[in-house]
C-alpha cells in the first residue's frame, strides 16, 4: 500500500510540476481530484481484495445483476 501510494505521489509531482510551467491552474485542480479519487479506490482494494468490486456495487445499484 505504501509502494503504491509513494509512486502516485511521484507521478502527480511530475505532472503537477509540468501543468504549473504551462500555466493551467485548472486542470492542477481537475489532476488532484483525480489522483485523490486513485488513491481512494486503490485503497479500498488493496485493502481487501476479495469484496466485491466498484463495477459490481455500480451494477447493483442500477439494477443489473450479474
Do not use: C, W
Not at 22 to 50: E, F
Amino acid at each position: 500500500m505504501i509502494l503504491f501510494t509513494v509512486l502516485v505521489i511521484l507521478v502527480s509531482a511530475f505532472e503537477i510540476m509540468d501543468l504549473k510551467s504551462k500555466g493551467q491552474r485548472k486542470d492542477i485542480a481537475v489532476y488532484l481530484g483525480a489522483v485523490i479519487v486513485t488513491l481512494a479506490l486503490g485503497y479500498l482494494y488493496l485493502s481487501n481484495p476479495n469484496r466485491e468490486s466498484i463495477a459490481g456495487f455500480l451494477t447493483d445499484m442500477i439494477g443489473f445483476h450479474l
